[in-house]
């Protein structure tokens, strides 16, 4: 990779931000000549968004701090149509009123992490209802549809990806990369935006809104993707039992969010304090290298430092409160003779490497009669592991979720307990 000059590349590339750009080096130039408007765009599919989002927030955040303009854009309008990327199926179409909701309530999260107003590098939100429901079909094919080849189209992952599974690919959905790229082409006239980012299953979209700018109005326009992000066992960022870790307090409490980082793989500790704080890369080096129990104050660092942005001083001071209050009780005598007494089975680590669901756990246990009554429980909120409520009925085990001794604590509604023991 060049030699990078711009403050704000140099940070995304040592923090893990940087993925793929469309001319690196004429994106690096235009950085250090004058601050400039970069955009990222966030489809309304429900009231909040997730830490699966969390990376683009913090690039947006980081791209303020070095003196540029972020645009946020809500996709009021292309909600309608249905991201393809990443999907097997058609996403569930929204009605307009739930999409109207959905917008309002994910504008409110950027207000965490971003400043807005009228200055130079404060933040504007936008939505791309106001001009895509405008827009005459048309008039629309003729100026702008004859610039995208469906040749090239379809060699992109989000399109290719879903006809080589041989998934059904409606035209609504083929019609999503034109109007992201339309998209681009509004935001620079309207806001001289020059920069998108999105995540890497984005690039396709993004290339292709850099084109339509270029051919259209003659101008140079960039774009930046971040890497896909996985957990060191491979799973998604973000999907635990307990379901999507979302921003909105409503929908999860800042404890729940506080003790998600807490519990982080030792082997992510460090990458996700580059990506999700702000800590210097200096300390962040220093507390990686920590090791055995001493790795746990590393974890409470990112936990403290990540539901700070998120959640604010008085939801990490209570959260490490609540934390201390049930770690004595857990760690106590009376505890150790609790789960002593519970009845028990065994599972191999083979069994978890292969997939050991939920449901197959609570079923074996005894603690419920089939999968069905398993995903009641699950639905009435009633299914718990290690305390931690269970929402995703599909969620499977991993390591992670045994304690240091090997144990798994089942709970089924308030008084029926079990417990899995990890073969040695």
């Given at each position: 990779?060049?030699?990078?000059?711009?403050?704000f590349?140099?940070?995304?590339?040592?923090?893990?931000?940087?993925?793929?750009?469309?001319?690196?080096?004429?994106?690096?130039?235009?950085?250090?000549?004058?601050?400039?408007?970069?955009?990222?765009?966030f489809?309304?599919?429900?009231?909040?968004?997730?830490?699966?989002?969390?990376?683009?927030?913090?690039?947006?955040?980081?791209?303020?701090?070095?003196?540029?303009?972020?645009?946020?854009?809500?996709?009021?309008?292309?909600?309608?149509?249905?991201?393809?990327?990443?999907?097997?199926e058609?996403?569930?179409?929204?009605?307009?009123?739930?999409?109207?909701?959905?917008s309002?309530?994910?504008?409110?999260?950027?207000?965490?992490?971003?400043?807005?107003?009228?200055?130079?590098?404060?933040?504007?939100?936008?939505n791309?209802?106001?001009?895509?429901?405008?827009?005459?079909?048309?008039d629309?094919l003729?100026?702008?549809?004859?610039?995208f080849?469906?040749?090239?189209?379809?060699?992109?992952?989000?399109?290719?990806?879903?006809?080589?599974?041989e998934?059904?690919?409606?035209?609504?959905?083929?019609?999503?990369?034109v109007?992201?790229?339309?998209?681009?082409?509004?935001?620079?006239?309207?806001?001289?935006?020059?920069?998108?980012?999105?995540?890497?299953?984005?690039?396709?979209?993004?290339?292709?809104?850099?084109?339509?700018?270029?051919?259209?109005?003659?101008?140079?326009?960039?774009?930046?993707?971040?890497?896909?992000?996985?957990?060191?066992?491979?799973?998604?960022?973000?999907?635990?039992?307990?379901?999507?870790?979302?921003?909105?307090?409503?929908?999860?409490?800042?404890?729940?969010?506080?003790?998600?980082?807490?519990?982080?793989?030792?082997?992510?500790?460090?990458?996700?304090?580059?990506l999700?704080?702000?800590?210097?890369?200096?300390?962040?080096?220093?507390?990686?290298?920590?090791?055995?129990?001493?790795?746990?104050?590393?974890?409470?660092?990112?936990?403290?430092?990540?539901?700070?942005?998120?959640?604010?001083?008085?939801a990490?001071?209570?959260?490490?409160?609540?934390?201390?209050?049930?770690?004595?009780?857990?760690?106590?005598?009376?505890?150790?003779?609790?789960?002593?007494?519970?009845?028990?089975?065994t599972?191999?680590?083979?069994?978890?490497?292969?997939g050991?669901?939920?449901?197959?756990?609570?079923?074996s246990?005894?603690?419920?009669?089939?999968?069905?009554?398993?995903?009641?429980?699950?639905?009435?909120?009633?299914?718990?592991?290690?305390?931690?409520?269970?929402?995703?009925?599909?969620?499977?085990?991993?390591?992670?979720?045994?304690?240091?001794?090997?144990?798994?604590?089942?709970?089924?509604?308030?008084?029926?307990?079990?417990?899995?023991?990890?073969?040695?």
């Amino acid at each position: 990779m060049a030699t990078l000059k711009s403050e704000f590349l140099l940070e995304c590339q040592n923090r893990g931000f940087l993925h793929q750009a469309t001319d690196l080096e004429g994106l690096d130039h235009r950085l250090t000549q004058k601050p400039l408007v970069a955009y990222l765009g966030f489809d309304a599919t429900a009231t909040s968004l997730h830490v699966g989002n969390l990376m683009q927030i913090m690039l947006l955040r980081m791209l303020q701090k070095y003196g540029h303009k972020p645009l946020v854009l809500i996709g009021g309008g292309t909600t309608r149509a249905g991201d393809p990327s990443g999907k097997d199926e058609m996403r569930k179409l929204l009605s307009v009123d739930d999409i109207a909701n959905n917008s309002a309530s994910i504008g409110k999260i950027f207000k965490k992490y971003l400043k807005f107003g009228e200055g130079a590098s404060e933040a504007i939100l936008v939505n791309n209802a106001d001009w895509l429901l405008q827009l005459n079909y048309l008039d629309f094919l003729r100026d702008y549809g004859r610039h995208f080849s469906v040749n090239r189209m379809l060699t992109f992952d989000s399109i290719r990806m879903r006809l080589e599974r041989e998934q059904n690919l409606s035209f609504l959905e083929f019609n999503y990369m034109v109007l992201q790229a339309y998209d681009f082409l509004e935001l620079n006239r309207r806001y001289e935006c020059v920069l998108q980012f999105g995540g890497a299953d984005q690039w396709g979209n993004i290339v292709s809104g850099v084109d339509l700018v270029r051919r259209v109005d003659q101008k140079d326009v960039y774009g930046m993707t971040t890497p896909l992000i996985t957990t060191s066992d491979g799973a998604k960022m973000g999907k635990t039992a307990r379901g999507a870790i979302w921003l909105n307090e409503d929908m999860l409490s800042s404890y729940d969010y506080w003790q998600f980082w807490r519990n982080t793989a030792d082997q992510d500790v460090g990458r996700f304090l580059r990506l999700y704080t702000e800590i210097s890369l200096d300390e962040i080096k220093r507390l990686e290298s920590l090791e055995g129990a001493e790795i746990n104050e590393a974890k409470k660092v990112l936990a403290d430092a990540a539901t700070l942005l998120c959640h604010g001083t008085g939801a990490v001071q209570e959260a490490r409160k609540t934390a201390e209050s049930l770690f004595v009780k857990a760690g106590g005598e009376d505890y150790e003779a609790m789960l002593a007494a519970l009845p028990s089975m065994t599972v191999s680590k083979d069994q978890v490497f292969q997939g050991l669901s939920v449901l197959d756990l609570f079923k074996s246990m005894g603690l419920t009669t089939s999968n069905g009554e398993t995903r009641r429980l699950i639905q009435g909120s009633g299914a718990r592991l290690n305390d931690q409520l269970v929402s995703d009925e599909f969620y499977k085990v991993t390591l992670d979720d045994f304690d240091e001794k090997g144990r798994l604590k089942l709970t089924a509604g308030k008084k029926r307990h079990g417990l899995v023991i990890l073969q040695s």
